[in-house]
């Protein structure tokens, strides 16, 4: 699944209180017919992937999406090279450095 980082969370947070959404709300990310990621606040249907943060409803996706983001974060910051507003940007996520335990001794 998909890692969200804290600056995506605050703002899906903020996006879901700006539009009324209820609890039961969370924003989906979908793939349109171009190929394009899209968001649109929806309630869960059966069988589909959630993020929850603090018990609230963040981010909900079909299985077949959210399997195909495993290894990528979403993230709200200013685009690479640009100075212009910040968006939600999805990337591969960084990959953890694995210290062999005889080099911690």
Known sequence: ???ITDSASSELRRILS?????SRQGVRLRVDEGG???MAIDVAHLGDAVIRHD?????????????????????????????SKPEFTL?????????????TR
């Open 1 to 3: 699944m998909v890692l």
């Open 18 to 22: 700006y539009h009324g959404a209820l």
């Open 36 to 38: 394009s990621l899209k």
């Open 55 to 83: 018990k609230a409803l963040l981010l909900i996706m079909d299985t077949s999406l959210s399997a195909s983001l495993a290894r990528r974060e979403l993230d709200f910051c200013l685009p690479e090279g640009k100075t």
């Open 91 to 103: 990337r591969q996520r960084p990959t953890e450095v694995i210290i062999p335990a005889a080099a």
